[in-house]
């Protein structure tokens, strides 16, 4: 299944938009799941791959959440693992250039990589070993002979009674100074640059035991040292990028490295984001594009962050960072997908087959441009137009190995989630009160208002963030949650109990609104109709078409107000108001089901009843 995404190319052009800028913004694509983050940062390695060095990984991967079999937790953590292999996919060859090396990184890795050598499980702990000094290696058919020979000599600083992480270091020491190797001669630099860590008084074998007791500390201490390894990495990319070595002149680099984090709302990518932001607010300037993907609108860590659309971060909108680290990043939200964009994901889906004209608007108007949406409902389409199945609602209830379209949307958007068909019922619900209202009469007993805070929790760390009138924020995630509502049980028409509980729960409230509503969605328009009527002379004619739209947004669950009233004369001259409300609310109503295209007629009739209604400024 192809997913059409933002181009390419548009991320290019925020580093370039910013180049002569203090400083690169560490850019975050914000959103929720579906709208092609991570498809982007793939795209965005691959396109890269080849012009410079480029590292991408995903902080939902399981490589992040815990140790590895047999390692310490307190010499490991999901910003170790995340240092190490940027640093392996960076240090891949590029070109001319040569390999980049870390030397670094390596020697705190490996002083923190010491602090968990004390079972004498000596094939894990050369494993490690191996893993990090390789990090120093320009690569050859030499890298295995010094290596080995550093790592035997390590194991053998090990005493009997378990390690001790200072004798550990201090072998480390005197190997990379005996070494006659480039690798030795670098991993003596990379150890030098700890002479400056905090209180280590210009030595660098005590800034290494500081750097391992803090991370084995856990807590504050812990980040401390984390912060000083992504340091390490930056010191060691802004040396891969200085062009020499001593008086070694080195082949020019071209651009910059760029660092992808995807899902940095998890610990690995957001602990690192934060060392990044945190290095640059102190005045740490660095070579790297960093470009990263958040789940969700926003993060904690992330609250002085700029918001930027992808055209005004593209154009190189102004900004310019605070005082804070949260303000040294730009978060970026990506656009839906154009009309013209769904048409050809269809099309690319579909090929031989011809695509209903209406098709492409329709399903652009259900998914709201959602890449996911889009991709789903296209490959929908491929296996099932020839079938006869030509609109949105005949693709989501189509099945694929046993399971409805609708169904495995709901899994990609709300992946484990356990309470879809409570959530399918809350779906109708506008606001807290009245998902509290629906839980209490139509949910479990045991579920009520703690699950509904539970699921308003999830929804908003999936970037669903509440929005008025609406429990279930996005207009394509509702409109699936109703299809299962009203196709998962069909023997239980659960979606009709749960209109009737929030016509009633709004019947004489101070939100005549919300009853209409409701009504409208069990099939009778009369209470909209006279609030229409009502309202017309007393709002504002803006006031009074959003209450149309409103309205008519009540889902299409059955056949309402089938009966026409007798059809205006030609200049919309009809004396009676409370016809001429009702004929536009049923032509609106005909226009709005999202799940069906409208046909042309129907447009025209709405946009020729409106004109009776409303002055041609509001149009």
């Known amino acids: 299944m192809t997913t059409a995404t933002t181009p390419t190319p548009a991320l290019f052009d925020i580093p370039r938009a910013y180049e002569h800028s ?72 590029d070109g001319g250039a040569g390999r980049i090396t870390f030397p670094r990184l390596a020697c705190g890795l490996l002083a923190v990589a010491a602090g968990g050598w004390g079972d004498r499980g000596l094939s894990r702990i050369c494993a490690e070993a191996e893993r990090v000094l390789l990090l120093s290696d320009t690569g050859g058919w030499l890298a295995g002979r010094w290596v080995g020979k550093a790592v035997a000599r390590l194991v053998s600083s090990m005493s009997d009674q378990g390690p001790v992480v200072e004798a550990i270091i201090e072998s480390a020491l005197e190997a990379f100074s005996e070494g006659m190797s480039s690798s030795h001669r670098r991993l003596r630099r990379g150890a030098v640059w700890y002479r400056d860590h ?38 060691d990319l802004d040396d891969a990028y200085a062009g020499v070595t001593g008086v070694v002149q080195r082949p020019q680099r071209a651009g910059r490295p760029m660092v992808l984090l995807d899902n940095v709302q998890e610990a690995a990518g957001r602990r690192l984001m934060e060392s990044v932001l945190r290095a640059r607010a102190n005045g740490r300037t660095d ?23 992808l055209a005004e971060a593209t154009r190189g909108a102004d900004w310019a960072p605070g005082g804070t680290p949260s303000s040294h990043a730009l978060l970026v939200s990506l656009p839906p997908l154009s009309p013209d964009d769904t048409r050809h994901a269809l099309e690319g889906a579909c090929p031989g087959l011809a695509i209903p004209p209406r098709l492409p608007f329709a399903v652009h108007r259900l998914t709201g441009g959602n890449p996911l949406g889009t991709a789903l409902l296209a490959a929908s389409a491929g296996r099932n137009l ?49 998902a509290v209202v629906l839980a209490e009469s139509q ?17 908003a760390a999936e970037g669903h963030a509440p ?16 299809l299962r509502l009203r196709h998962g049980r069909p023997d239980r028409p659960a979606w009709r109990d749960a209109h009737r509980t929030l016509a009633a ?17 069990l099939g009778n328009p009369d209470f909209a109709v006279a609030h ?9 004619p803006r006031d009074w078409l959003a209450s149309l739209t409103f309205l008519t947004s009540a889902p299409h669950h059955s056949p309402d107000d089938a009966h026409l009233p007798a059809p205006l004369g030609p200049a919309g001259t009809d004396p009676d108001l409370r016809l001429r409300v009702r004929r536009v609310l049923h032509a609106a109503r005909r226009t709005t089901d999202p799940f069906s295209p409208p046909a042309p007629e129907a447009a025209d009739d709405l946009r020729r009843d409106l004109a009776s209604l409303l002055p041609e400024s509001v149009l």
């Open 22 to 93: 203090p400083e690169l913004p560490f850019v975050v694509l914000a959103g929720a799941r579906g709208l092609g983050r991570s498809t982007v940062l793939r795209e965005l390695c691959a396109a890269y791959r080849g012009r410079g060095p480029v590292a991408l990984i995903d902080g939902e991967e399981s490589r992040f959440d815990r140790p590895p079999p047999g390692r310490p937790p307190a010499s490991w953590s999901p910003v170790y693992e995340a240092l190490a292999v940027v640093a392996e996919q960076l240090g891949e060859p």
């Open 198 to 235: 905090p209180n280590a008084a210009g030595n660098p074998k005590l800034g290494l035991v500081l750097l391992s007791r803090h991370f084995r500390a856990g807590g504050d201490a812990r980040t401390h040292a984390e912060h000083h390894l992504v340091r390490a990495l930056l010191a």
């Open 287 to 309: 070579q790297v594009t960093f470009v990263a993907g958040l789940r969700g609108q926003g993060h904690p860590a992330l609250r002085n962050a700029t918001r930027r659309t």
């Open 386 to 434: 020839a079938r006869g199945l030509a609109t949105p609602a005949d693709l989501l209830l189509a099945e694929d190995s046993g399971r409805r379209t609708y169904e495995a949307a709901l899994d990609r958007l709300l992946p484990d989630e356990d309470h879809l068909d409570e959530l399918a019922v809350l779906s109708l619900a506008h606001d807290h009160d009245s």
């Open 443 to 459: 949910l479990p007993v045991n579920f009520g208002e703690s699950g509904v805070r539970a699921l308003a929790s999830r929804l």
């Open 467 to 482: 929005c008025p009138d609406h429990f279930v924020s996005d207009p394509f995630l509702r409109a699936l949650l109703l």
């Open 505 to 521: 729960h709004y019947a004489g409230s101070a939100r005549p609104l919300h009853h209409a509503h409701h009504e409208l969605a």
């Open 532 to 540: 229409l009527h009502d309202t017309y002379h007393s709002t504002e």
